[in-house]
């Protein structure tokens, strides 16, 4: 498609279960971000990845959350042993990859996360 | 990022008035601007961006406007409608990849 795909869109699960979110970016957008948004909150940077450059993980929270991103294209983010704190949307979101203009990033409508 | 609870600062106009919501940005080596606008259950949505070398920039129905002495930005929407109403987010960019979101601010409009 021409924007950015969250999938699932709504998960509930029970505390303790592993979840994975997923993201597909824009064509050709080589950098691809994480945030979590709380209930009436402002967004929470979680991580970013740029090609083939080290990812900056430098805002997940704990060691139960982890983030992968096969090439340029599909990123998973996976929340080990949830909590009922980890209730939140999760965005992902694109952009292009050229440093030296800056541009927008593209959001998904992301994926509503319910911990029971 | 910021974050200011379930207490997001909120902007109430009436319908046909024009808004102004307003954003002081914390890194004075950012040097590019971006409003966007998230609606219920959706993403954020690109409304309008600039630059540090601008102090105004208009697009269709919205101007930003930004002052580099005191590190604020504002975004005008001109003839607000109820199409309007959502949640407004600016961001900054200190360079390379990172994006420095603000806390947001909720807008009604009252038709």
């Known amino acids: 498609g021409a924007g950015v795909s969250q999938s699932p869109s709504n998960k509930v699960t029970e505390k303790g279960k592993d979840v994975e979110l997923r993201c597909d970016p824009i064509?050709?957008?080589?950098?691809l971000y994480w945030y979590r948004q709380r209930l009436g909150q402002g967004l929470e940077f979680l991580i970013y990845f740029q090609g083939n450059s080290a990812p900056d993980k430098s805002g997940l929270p704990s060691d139960r959350f982890s983030a992968e991103r096969t090439g340029e294209s599909v990123s998973t983010l996976t929340i080990q042993r949830t909590q009922q704190e980890d209730s939140a949307v999760y965005l992902c979101?694109?952009?292009?990859?050229?440093?030296?203009?800056?541009?927008?990033?593209?959001f998904g409508d992301g994926t509503r996360l319910s911990i029971l | 990022g910021e974050s200011v609870g379930l207490h997001l600062p909120t902007l109430s106009v009436q319908e046909g008035d024009n808004s102004i919501i307003n954003c002081a940005y914390s890194n004075s080596a950012s040097d590019y601007f971006i409003w966007y606008k998230q609606e219920s259950g959706k993403g954020p949505q690109f409304i309008i961006d600039i630059r540090s070398n601008m102090d105004k920039r208009q697009g269709q129905r919205v101007t930003v406007l930004l002052n580099k002495t005191v590190k604020h930005l504002s975004l005008q929407i001109a003839a607000t409608q109820p199409g309007d109403s959502a949640v407004y987010f600016c961001?900054?960019?200190?360079?390379?990849?990172?994006?420095?979101f603000g806390a947001g601010t909720r807008l009604f409009v009252k038709a």
């Open positions: 961001a900054e960019n200190p360079g390379g990849f990172k994006t420095i």
């Open positions: 979101a694109s952009r292009p990859g050229d440093s030296r203009v800056s541009q927008p990033q593209h």
């Open positions: 064509s050709g957008h080589t950098a």
